[in-house]
């Protein structure tokens, strides 16, 4: 897995061996990067699980201002931290080592707002959806905000989920992306 574009380039990422994360292979993150590219720049992307931060560290790479990093699994901070300092893009990061629900939570009453939301739970256990539904209650999304789901294709996300709309989606093998704005 290495960073595809932006400041660094070719840099090689390192993840947990054990197969406790899905990384999301490069071919999905190219694509994924290559549709939101023009919505990056300055902004703050948040990513609710991270594994090995490759997403949020594309984000900051290609030029995002902040990243917020949220993974329940202890064992992959070393990972995220080694990463940030392979890249040089610590200093932009925010690391928390939580479950989605209680980082939710937390964005509520910290008043906190993302540009580029990217969802990759465990797949087929409702995690995706239920991220969703809170992120519309807490009003965590900018206006002109997205998320971005990587879901199993087999799973089943609707065109609307609260006041998001499905506005693309694409399936590369078993894997589907699923894009959602606020519906104007």
């Known amino acids: 897995m290495r960073v595809i574009a932006g ?3 070719g840099t090689r990422l390192v993840t947990l061996p054990e197969m406790t994360t899905r990384p ?3 071919r999905v993150k190219e694509n994924l990067f ?3 590219q023009h919505q990056i720049q300055g902004k703050v992307v948040l990513d609710l699980f991270c594994g090995s931060g490759s997403l949020c560290i594309e984000s900051l790479s290609r030029g995002a201002a902040k990243a917020y990093f949220v993974e329940k699994n202890p064992k ?3 990972y995220i ?8 893009l610590r200093d932009k990061a925010e690391l928390f080592n939580e479950n989605s629900d209680n980082f939710l939570s937390k964005a509520k009453r910290g008043d906190m707002k993302f540009d580029i939301i990217f969802l990759d739970p465990p797949h087929k256990q409702g995690l995706g959806l239920s991220a969703i539904e809170k992120i519309e209650a807490y009003d965590l999304l900018n206006p002109g905000g997205i998320i971005v ?5 087999q799973e089943d996300y609707p065109g609307l989920v609260g006041s998001f709309e499905k506005t693309n989606h694409r399936q590369y093998g078993k894997t589907t992306l699923s894009f959602y ?3 104007e």
Do not use: F, G, S, Y
């Open 7 to 9: 400041t660094a380039r």
């Open 24 to 26: 999301t292979v490069d």
């Open 34 to 36: 290559n549709i939101i």
């Open 76 to 78: 992959c901070m070393p």
């Open 81 to 88: 931290e080694e990463n940030l300092k392979k890249t040089r």
């Open 149 to 153: 789901v990587e879901h199993h294709a």
């Open 181 to 183: 704005q606020i519906k």
